[in-house]
């Protein structure tokens, strides 16, 4: 932080204004806004700016800002961010999920277990779920049309993929069928769906940015750290990755066409594990001095 007093100020008015500043700057930096001295990435200062301004900024400006720092500004500095949730993490957010609505879950619950993309979870539709099988089947993606609203298109690759869940991702996607079915029946109803999974109270499809928005708030209303909608499929990928499956399993499973857009998740893999070689390293050398 730098600081430049008026050359105007008598002593008196220079001793308040920087007893001011540094009060300022104390408060900054316990708030966590004020960065540490040496070379700091922009990729690596960013969870600690979103968690700063997403209680002053609406949900919509933040999503746009993220959208326009990650795909444009990140590239062109020659970062890129692979953002994931780890164990601690992933369990804390699941406990609070299930506080909340069934469809919420659902959501969430296929993001991780499919690794689905966004567009891909909102065009799903009950037709995809294979109950007896365990299989959901992704063969269309929805996207946002400025003054038509959702449109479904054919999945980034063009392909149809298939995709096995566990049981209770099933167990949930029944509740939430069941739930939707007796929402139908309600008389003054005037249900204008289809056969969408995910819907909005009419049971029209949701908007394609919903899942972000949604996300958010609930990650702001449990007080959980920011983090973006689509990190979901970033952890799907390393959770497999981690526990065995091979990479063209794992790329196959996501939708993608190339397996050097997976292979990032192992590099993502690699930097956790030496985040955490890092972290031992500090907790074991701290012991030894102890002892010595």
């Known amino acids: 932080m730098t600081w430049k007093p008026d050359r105007k100020y008598t002593d008196k008015q220079l001793e308040k204004a920087l007893n001011k500043v540094a009060v300022e700057f104390e408060a ?60 601690q993490e992933l369990a804390e957010m699941l406990e609070a999920l299930d506080e909340e609505n069934t469809m919420l879950r659902c959501l969430i619950y296929l993001a991780i277990a499919t690794g689905c993309r966004r567009g891909e979870l909102v065009a799903l539709e009950w037709k995809n779920i294979d109950f007896d099988s365990g299989i959901v089947t992704v063969s269309k993606s929805a996207y946002q049309k400025k003054g038509e609203g959702t449109k479904i298109k054919d999945t980034k690759n063009h392909k149809i993929r298939t995709v ?17 079915f007796e ?14 999974i995910f819907i909005q109270s009419d049971g029209s499809i949701i908007y394609a940015t919903s899942p972000t928005l949604i996300f958010s708030d609930f990650l702001k209303k449990h007080d959980l750290p920011h983090k973006k909608f689509h990190a979901l ?11 065995g499956i091979n990479i063209k399993a794992v790329g196959a499973r996501l939708g993608h066409s190339q397996l050097k857009t997976t292979d990032r998740y192992l590099h993502a893999l690699e930097e956790t594990e030496r985040q955490a070689a890092n972290v031992f390293g500090d907790i074991l050398t701290t012991k030894k001095r102890k002892q010595a």
């Open 164 to 180: 096995q869940i566990p049981e209770v991702c099933l167990s949930l996607l029944t509740q939430w069928k069941k739930e939707q």
């Open 233 to 243: 499929r970033h952890t799907s990928a390393t959770l497999a990755l981690s526990n």
């Open 28 to 87: 900054q930096v316990m708030n966590g806004e004020a960065a540490t001295s040496g070379k700091l990435r922009l990729v690596d200062f960013l969870p600690q700016y979103y968690d700063n301004v997403r209680n002053t900024l609406a949900e919509t400006t933040m999503v746009n800002y993220q959208r326009i720092i990650e795909r444009f500004i990140l590239p062109a500095l020659g970062q890129q961010t692979t953002e994931i949730y780890n164990k």
């Open 183 to 196: 929402r139908r029946l309600q008389p003054g109803s005037a249900w204008n769906g289809a056969d969408w």
